[in-house]
């Protein structure tokens, strides 16, 4: 028909040319970012509105105005004299406190779980007391932590190390026993060793999910840490909040909360940037 081929030679370079119209990259950036950061705009604005309303009582629940200007006007510093720690230098403390706890807790409860799942003898012996102390909070841990290491570092890091310990190890137990079947064969008909069938079948196929495990228990050690600074440590995020306890200032604790959120948010997002470009074949759109 007349006109026909016109339109189908319109259609045909547009389909030969997908990118000419497509948007910029950055702009679907943009609009994460954007979107991610507007309902914490919406909420400081209504949270700035009720302070200045009247609806909030502002030495205990102080705008993010109100705290901010006592931060800057304190050089980030909390407490007195010598005992005087920078904002920081206690959101490094946490961080450390609760990264070194959760590397030490994963490696030891891969290598467990690998253990357990090689020897029927291993799993006999082992399996019954993971599983009776799984279910101990890491807070319960905090007293046995404080006598057997002393009040210091060592301690939260012990307290992270049993939050997530015990349920990595079965974790990574039951992501062993789910692995296809189908992949160990296709290895051990190739002429792989039992060796290389761990190696390279096995491990990789179970360290994602672990990872995955790890992130979600990462809140619950986290948590654990900021109890253990709060009842004896003298420095961390935690301690912030029960310094404004003590002091009665409501902006102290709110600086507190904060930086226990941020701080946290943070430490995920690294744990899923490491699982996003260091575990190469997992999942990308984990949250």
Known sequence: MPGSRPATAKVESVVARPGVNAPPPWLGHAK????????WVVLIALWEMAAARGWLQMSLFPPPSAFISYAIESDLKVGFGREAM???????ASAYRVLAGLAIGFLFAIATGILVSMSRTASLA??????GLAPIAPIAWIPIGIVVFGIGNATAVFVVFTGVFFLLTLSTVSAVQSVDSRLIKTARSYGASPRQVWT?????????QVFTMLRLNFFA????????????????VGMIVILG???????????????????????????????????????????
């Open 126 to 131: 082992v399996l019954p007391i993971v599983r």
């Open 32 to 39: 994460r970012i954007g979107l991610g950061f507007a309902p």
């Open 86 to 92: 920078s904002l920081p230098y206690a959101i490094v």
């Open 200 to 208: 390279h079948v096995i491990f990789p196929a179970v360290l994602p």
């Open 221 to 236: 050690a986290w948590m654990a840490v900021l109890a253990a600074e709060m009842v004896g440590l003298k420095n961390g």
């Open 245 to 287: 306890r003590e002091m009665f200032n409501g902006n102290l604790v709110m600086i507190g909360i904060c930086a226990i959120g941020v701080t946290g948010y943070l430490i995920d997002s690294f744990l899923l940037f490491l699982q996003r470009n260091i575990l190469w074949w997992s999942d990308r759109g984990a949250l």
